[in-house]
């Protein structure tokens, strides 16, 4: 008996039938320039055969040093149409881990937006040997090629190339702080399986319009976009983020989702709160990045109707979200897993704790990575192996499951503060000290102690100057419980922040490193 068989398209193939059946209908609006999808696919698979014809192959890599754009998104799109792997680099890198990156994925082409040409000329002569060829989208010469002269007379299909599952299909290094930061991989699978899991998570339909402000290397961009996409929507991309443009925005183009970080949404609240827009037209906003604060979780929800969600996970794998029909009563909760997703909390034996006991979260599903770039090490590292010998992925990040499941995010593992024997968590020193009126942000670390060993410290950003260290130390001292108590407030002008909005404390250590108590 003969079997029918249909295997499950891949993005590539999914993305050009829209192009076929949504041809008229918007794909991308930037800078005031539409891309309708049968113009998105056309441009994308030009790039697509221009990479084949230069002799990049399926699997290779591709460095993109992109500023947000119609271009980027061709370099992004038309790398994957081609088969072939995308190496977004997040912009604010230093110049040598720029290059570290570059050379540690082994890229043999290379795109640049007209406004890094001339960083990425002054340092040409450390760029990998393998690299093949140099694309600019603006002007070529002195060994780069224009992005028009690079596409120019290629046909516009797409390419009848062998590109299975496990094919790579971007490579996002981490915002680590210390040494090379390590390469997550993600396959065409695993980037087709985020896209259709979140998407059913983040209410995506054929009508969305997202609005993107985020820059489009970060895994936060790939997940509203994939999902965006995947239904058949149209992506809204502003270069850089404004409360103001950004509001003016979701009423111009009726957006319908978006993606923000913490501290994006805390400056749209208060524009908001200033100068109300009609905003009926959101249907659904994710959060990632950081854990929002329970009075602006509050915020939101009087202010937009569709409330939000709460998205929690690593670019590695874990997802959770928690609906704004199960916030009420949960503000402090990340939610539960994906469909297809499972999490469990384990001690510091590597055991499973009961609910209401934190320890470390491990998870595990279809959307973890495969593992990092070249780092066997660290992806063992990563790797919980339970008593079955099920492979789970290690968070980092300390948290517990309540008596219905949802879950909540109590610190990283790395930021606890062991003080007198006690570990202490800055994330709950963090949300007392943010319903000062006078504290605009504020993060705490560990400082060294004569007779704790560690002792918490805060650092805030105060509005307008306004407010006492001194009286907001005694101020929090109060609502603290004793273990937590802080030993100093400091004032500072801002926080250092990776482009996805997190903290960088691991900066902030170093940076105050000489710190110490009695």
């Given amino acids: 008996m003969n079997v029918f068989s249909s295997p499950a398209p891949l993005l590539p193939e999914i993305l050009a039938l829209h192009g076929k059946w949504r041809a008229q209908n918007d794909a991308v609006i930037c800078d005031g320039q539409r891309l309708t999808w049968g113009q998105f696919c056309a441009v994308n698979h030009r790039f697509a055969h221009a990479l084949h014809d230069a002799g990049i192959g399926v699997g290779d890599r591709v460095g993109i040093v992109m500023s947000n754009g119609l271009p980027m998104v061709q370099a992004l799109f038309g790398t994957m149409a081609a088969g072939a792997c995308s190496v977004p680099i997040n912009l604010s890198v230093s110049d040598d881990a720029l290059v570290g990156m570059l050379a540690d994925a082994g890229v043999r082409a290379l795109v640049v937006s007209e406004d890094q040409l001339p960083r990425l000329r002054a340092i040409e002569q450390r760029l990998p040997e393998a690299i093949t060829v140099c694309i600019s989208d603006g002007a070529g010469g002195n060994g780069w090629t224009s992005l028009a002269e690079f596409v120019s007379s290629k046909p516009d299909n797409l390419p009848d190339v062998v590109i299975v599952e496990d094919t790579p299909l971007n490579i996002i290094y981490s915002s680590g702080t210390t040494g090379l930061p390590k390469g997550i991989l993600h396959t065409q699978r695993g980037r087709r399986d985020w896209a259709y899991d979140l998407a059913v998570a983040l209410r995506y339909h054929g009508g969305a319009r997202t609005l993107l402000t985020i820059g489009l290397y970060s895994n936060i961009s790939w997940v509203a976009m994939l999902c965006t996409l995947l239904a058949g929507g149209t992506l809204v991309i502003h270069r ?25 949404f805390q400056r749209v609240v208060e524009l908001q709160q200033q100068q109300p827009r009609e905003l009926n037209s959101m249907h659904a906003m994710m959060s990632c990045g950081s854990p929002l604060h329970e009075q602006l979780k509050r915020d939101i929800f009087a202010l937009f109707p569709c409330g939000i969600v709460e998205l929690y996970g690593l670019t590695e794998g874990i997802i959770t979200t ?32 009961g609910a209401g006991a934190s320890g470390e979260i491990v998870s595990r599903g279809r959307i973890t990575m495969p593992g990092y770039w070249n780092r066997d090490e660290a992806s063992r590292e990563a790797e919980y192996v339970d008593d079955n010998g099920v492979q789970w992925l290690r968070s980092g990040d300390i948290g517990y499951l309540d008596d219905d499941g949802f879950l909540f995010i109590v610190d990283r593992k790395k930021d606890m503060i062991l003080s007198g024997g006690q570990n202490i968590y800055p994330q709950d020193i963090e949300a007392v000290l943010v319903e000062h009126p006078a504290v605009d942000d504020v993060a705490v670390i560990g400082a060294a102690s004569q007779r704790w060993g560690e002792t918490p410290v805060a650092l805030a950003v105060l509005r307008s100057g306004e407010g006492e260290c001194s009286a907001i130390r005694e101020w929090a001292n109060g609502r603290l419980g004793k273990q937590q108590r802080l030993a100093d407030v400091l004032a500072v002008v801002e926080l250092p922040r990776n482009p996805n909005g997190k903290i960088l404390k691991r900066e902030l250590r170093k940076r105050y490193g000489e710190l110490s108590y009695d």
């Fill in 240 to 264: 850089r983020f404004d409360a103001a443009e950004f509001l003016d925005t979701v009423t111009a183009e009726r957006i319908t989702h978006t993606a923000m970080v913490p501290i994006q």
């Fill in 322 to 353: 928690l609906e704004p029909e199960d916030a009420q009563g949960r503000w402090s909760s990340v939610g539960k897993p994906l469909i297809g997703t499972d999490i469990c909390i384990v001690g510091d034996d590597d055991c499973p704790v």
